[in-house]
């Protein structure tokens, strides 16, 4: 969908038209399904239908607020990252029987899915992602590394965005995007690295 397009649904949706919200669900639905599924290897199919969910309706609450600083579909991805998180924070504080509700680390704005560049956790890169096995290696990888390199490689890497996009998405400028990406590629390598060293699965190099 061109930009044209896309603005003119996004009115349309703002107007509440119900057929202009079935045309985005359409639209984007399945993508953000897609990125959901990938950000955790322990996520289910259910799993990432329940956050789908939570993330279309953060989405209609706050679209009147959403003025196209970003693609419709960066954003989404932006708010599905927080609503994986919550959810991810909500089970593993159920497991370990705790009752009190769950704080994400990173308060973002809930209509941009922005915020500052502090320490998280999930899963990541395109070619090494090539088995259960190894993506269940990025996966603790990237629990150590923490964000902002999460998000860098999310959006990088199961988002496909560019990194003009990424530099809209989280307010940054191209040169500062690559720069860091990089550095966080050689850091999930090391990790990567050491993991493999421990004895927990065969080691896979990170493509810059």
């Not at 998405?169 to 990089?182: G, H, I, P």
Request: net charge neutral; aromatic share 6%.
């Amino acid at each position: 969908m061109d930009a044209e397009a896309e603005a003119e649904l996004l009115a349309r949706c703002r107007r509440g038209e119900q057929a202009a919200w079935d045309q985005l669900l359409d639209v984007h639905y399945p993508a953000v399904w897609r990125f959901v599924y990938q950000l955790a290897h322990e996520f289910t199919p259910e799993d990432a239908e329940e956050i789908c969910q939570e993330t279309f309706l953060a989405a209609v609450r706050h679209m009147a607020r959403f003025r196209g600083h970003c693609r419709v579909q960066t954003w989404l991805f932006q708010i599905a990252i927080n609503k994986a998180r919550d959810y991810r924070a909500r089970r593993l504080a159920a497991k370990r029987g705790g009752s009190a509700k769950p704080v994400s680390l990173q308060a973002r704005d809930p209509e941009t899915g922005l915020g500052p560049d502090p320490a998280s956790t999930a899963p990541g890169p395109d070619e090494v992602l090539v088995s259960a096995e190894q993506a269940a290696l990025i996966s603790r990888a990237l629990d150590e590394l923490g964000a902002p390199c999460r998000e860098l490689v999310q959006l990088r890497y199961f988002a496909d965005l560019s990194y003009g996009e990424i530099a809209r998405a989280l307010n940054l400028n191209v040169k500062t995007v690559s720069s860091r990406l990089s550095r966080c590629l050689d850091a999930l390598e090391q990790i990567m690295r050491r993991l493999s060293a421990d004895g927990q699965t065969a080691a896979v190099p990170v493509q810059h």
